[in-house]
């Protein structure tokens, strides 16, 4: 299986640079992944597609402004750092541009010095395992000099970061949004209780090892970065209960459905707990518990559209999207949205 076989053409002015002002407004693609056939309407319309007692499933992650942008010590380098995770008390692994100004032991001020970072080592694809200093709350320091880290497709100045959260964002720890997400309002997640379809909670941070371009030829030689995920027990309770009730699991973007890929026994039952995945999910994968899916519509060659490939079909998605770049579908992470079932 070749990356190549994951790649289409998309006009660059497809790319959604804002986002919508409704979030619920986007374009809604429904994908029969038996059959093949699409249909188009509004993001709203999910309403339709949902059955009492389906289970919806969502990752309430919340990203951080994780992006700084400060000074090598004693020059006037500009440094742009991007925090990928926590490793341990005030040490994150990094990704840092230009890395050749930033070698074991240079210091980066940020912020007029309120915040300090000292770089320890060089760990896996370059990236810098960075201790910082500071007085107060790593948090609140972070909130007033951070960035949200927009993917680098995305070129407009985002005017509220909000817009970057999904409405249920809860857990800090993200460095890059769960998309799939961002098209539901309050009002519609109280609509979509109200017809008898639950909502469960699954948390993983997403890293940027999701978003990584697949540099070989030969997908099975790609290795995916690990990323931290929780379920607590009331929710897994709640999905395998769905499961026995003959009710649907509906992951809500890729970041769910590699969660409770990751915690799923072979006989379809989620294991509560937290820990690390890798997950790597492409075609000949045999899905353990999930039902449907809703996402957007993701990079050509890239991990995202391998994984909604081995779900609903690689031709039927990559016929999918010729579709959406035809109908003018907006694309990736402030784009229109794909349910699978």
């Not at 809604?28 to 389906?54: N, P």
């Not at 541009?97 to 309120?114: H, L, S, T, W, Y």
């Not at 995920?229 to 509906?250: D, P």
């Not at 003018?328 to 699978?340: E, H, P, Q």
């Amino acid at each position: 299986m070749k990356t190549s076989d994951f790649y289409y053409d998309l006009p660059e002015e497809l790319i959604a640079q804002d986002p919508l002002e409704d979030r619920s407004a986007s374009r809604l693609m429904h994908l029969d992944r038996e059959t093949g056939e699409v249909s188009h309407g509004h993001f709203r319309d999910i309403l339709t597609y949902l059955k009492a007692g389906d289970c919806l499933v969502i990752n309430d992650t919340k990203v951080i402004p994780a992006r700084l942008y400060g000074h090598k010590e004693g020059t006037d380098a500009l440094i742009e750092i991007l925090l990928l995770k926590r490793r341990e008390n005030d040490i994150w692994e990094t990704l840092v541009r230009p890395g050749k100004k930033c070698r074991p032991g240079a210091v980066i001020n940020f912020g007029d010095g309120i915040l300090k970072g000292r770089v320890l080592e060089v760990v896996d694809d370059g990236n810098r395992l960075i201790q910082f200093e500071y007085e107060g709350i790593f948090e609140e320091i972070l909130d007033r000099l951070g960035e949200m880290p927009l993917p680098p497709y995305i070129i407009h100045k985002l005017k509220d970061k909000n817009r970057y959260q999904t409405v249920y964002a809860k857990h800090e720890g993200s460095a890059a949004a769960p998309t799939a997400g961002l098209h539901f309002t309050e009002e519609l997640l109280r609509e979509v209780q109200e017809r008898g379809v639950n909502i469960a909670h699954v948390t993983l941070h997403v890293g940027l090892g999701t978003f990584r371009p697949v540099k070989v030829e030969d997908v099975t030689r790609h290795h995916m970065h690990s990323e931290f995920y929780v379920i607590e027990e009331s929710q897994a309770e709640l999905i395998n209960s769905t499961k026995k009730s003959g009710g649907r699991i509906i992951a809500v973007g890729t970041t769910s459905c590699r969660t409770l890929e990751s915690a799923a026994e072979e006989n379809g039952t989620l294991k509560a707990g937290s820990g690390w995945t890798d997950i790597f999910i492409y075609p000949g994968y045999r899905f353990k518990i999930m039902d449907g899916l809703i996402t957007n519509f993701h990079l050509p060659e890239s991990t995202l559209i391998m994984l909604v490939s081995a779900f609903a079909g690689k031709e039927h998605v990559l016929k999918a999207y010729e579709e959406a770049v035809k109908e003018r579908y907006r694309f990736f992470s402030f784009g229109d949205a794909m349910f699978i079932e």
